[in-house]
């Protein structure tokens, strides 16, 4: 009896052994252990320049997930083509959460409706919405123009001589001024630059009358009365221009921004992406962290990943139907 309890206990203990030697008994185990992850520094992708607000929200908000996760997070910044490099880099990168990044609409989701791209939404794995920042006309602090009521009114007495620059063709900005020409019955002329900064100043110059920008990148010359807000294009007033009324307040029904969140490549690890939601939930409660966005001005607005991938699924289905309707190529 007793050798055939020790027979068995040997049987057992090589059964044992074999299977732990298996490759998916291996990657059982390394599941059982995934609440060790991370455990080398996180890769995280900015597909836009450096210096830029993406960039430095990123950078900002990688300070902050490194005390939260306890490794590392190395900023790589690979702009250009309007975010399809960073985003198909991004997509084709291994979904083990040591890959995240930054994803920008409108153009993660106009970009692949415009032209072929190498990348979908469907090939992230969205994990948290950090910044929502509400798209906005500005024009010179002594412009005579007080709101989008006297815009409107300009427009139409003077057809196509109220000239607006935006950050390219397909960008939030000119989605917006696209979205009031339709709402209003005017016309604008459009004046695409390479980015916020010469929209700016050519407001400043008097090149353009009006610069369709996000109110995150023209509150610091709204403060010091360079520059005026003809409203935000917002669900509510961000608190920090709460003097400045949203469009809808002002007869016209549009509501438009640029969300700026994290994304992995699509396949991560569900809990891997739970943690990372958690940990930039951290982040956003974090009271150093919102002094600092403030001071960047960066409206936050934290969405969950399923709220988030919601959220971008349903704007993706509306930017589709508004291309097939009105094709913004110019």
Same mark, same amino acid.
């Given at each position: 009896?007793?050798? #055939?309890?020790?027979q068995?206990?040997? #049987?057992?203990?090589?059964?044992?052994?074999?299977?732990?030697?298996?490759?998916g008994?291996? %990657?059982? /185990?390394?599941?059982? /252990?995934? +609440?060790?992850?991370?455990? $080398? &520094?996180?890769?995280m992708?900015? =597909?836009?320049?450096?210096?830029?607000?993406?960039d430095?929200a990123?950078?900002?908000?990688?300070?902050?997930?490194? #005390?939260?996760?306890?490794?590392?997070?190395?900023v790589n910044?690979r702009g +250009?083509?309007?975010?399809d490099? @960073?985003?198909?880099?991004m997509?084709r990168s291994?979904?083990? @959460?040591?890959t995240?990044?930054?994803?920008?609409t409108p153009?993660?989701?106009?970009?692949?409706?415009?032209?072929r791209?190498?990348?979908?939404?469907?090939?992230f794995?969205?994990?948290?919405?950090?910044?929502d920042? &509400?798209?906005?006309?500005?024009?010179?602090?002594?412009?005579?123009?007080?709101?989008?009521?006297d815009?409107?009114a300009y427009?139409?007495?003077?057809?196509d001589s109220?000239?607006y620059?935006?950050?390219?063709i397909g960008?939030d900005?000119?989605?917006?001024?696209?979205?009031?020409?339709?709402?209003a019955?005017?016309?604008?002329?459009?004046?695409?630059?390479?980015g916020?900064?010469?929209? $700016?100043?050519?407001?400043?110059?008097? /090149?353009?009358?009006?610069?369709?920008?996000n109110?995150?990148?023209?509150?610091?010359?709204?403060?010091? @009365?360079q520059?005026?807000?003809? +409203?935000?294009?917002?669900?509510? $007033?961000?608190?920090?221009?709460?003097?400045?009324?949203t469009?809808r307040e002002?007869?016209?029904?549009l509501?438009?921004s640029?969300m700026?969140g994290?994304?992995a490549?699509? +396949?991560?690890p569900?809990?891997?992406r739970?943690?990372?939601?958690?940990?930039?939930?951290?982040?956003?409660?974090?009271p150093e962290?919102?002094?600092?966005?403030?001071?960047q001005a960066?409206?936050? $607005?934290? %969405?969950g990943?399923d709220?988030?991938a919601t959220? %971008?699924?349903?704007e993706?289905? #509306?930017?589709e =139907?508004?291309?097939r309707?009105?094709?913004?190529k110019?």
């Amino acid at each position: 009896m007793i050798s #055939r309890g020790i027979q068995a206990m040997k #049987r057992r203990h090589l059964l044992s052994v074999a299977t732990a030697a298996l490759p998916g008994a291996a %990657l059982a /185990q390394s599941g059982a /252990q995934s +609440g060790a992850w991370p455990q $080398r &520094p996180i890769n995280m992708i900015v =597909a836009f320049p450096a210096g830029g607000g993406t960039d430095v929200a990123a950078r900002t908000v990688a300070r902050f997930l490194e #005390r939260e996760l306890g490794q590392p997070i190395v900023v790589n910044n690979r702009g +250009g083509a309007a975010g399809d490099i @960073g985003w198909t880099e991004m997509a084709r990168s291994q979904p083990d @959460g040591y890959t995240i990044g930054f994803i920008n609409t409108p153009n993660v989701l106009t970009n692949p409706i415009e032209r072929r791209t190498s990348y979908s939404l469907d090939n992230f794995a969205p994990i948290a919405n950090i910044v929502d920042d &509400p798209s906005s006309f500005f024009v010179k602090g002594d412009s005579p123009l007080r709101n989008v009521a006297d815009l409107v009114a300009y427009a139409r007495a003077n057809p196509d001589s109220a000239t607006y620059g935006t950050t390219g063709i397909g960008s939030d900005d000119h989605l917006a001024a696209l979205a009031l020409e339709r709402v209003a019955g005017i016309k604008l002329t459009h004046v695409p630059f390479t980015g916020a900064a010469p929209v $700016r100043t050519a407001v400043l110059g008097g /090149q353009i009358m009006i610069g369709s920008m996000n109110m995150g990148e023209g509150i610091a010359d709204m403060r010091n @009365g360079q520059l005026r807000p003809l +409203g935000q294009m917002s669900e509510t $007033r961000w608190s920090e221009a709460a003097e400045v009324p949203t469009f809808r307040e002002q007869g016209f029904d549009l509501v438009q921004s640029s969300m700026r969140g994290l994304a992995a490549p699509a +396949g991560v690890p569900a809990e891997v992406r739970t943690r990372l939601a958690q940990a930039t939930e951290a982040t956003i409660r974090n009271p150093e962290f919102r002094r600092l966005a403030a001071q960047q001005a960066l409206p936050l $607005r934290f %969405l969950g990943p399923d709220e988030y991938a919601t959220v %971008l699924r349903e704007e993706r289905g #509306r930017l589709e =139907a508004l291309w097939r309707a009105h094709p913004w190529k110019e």
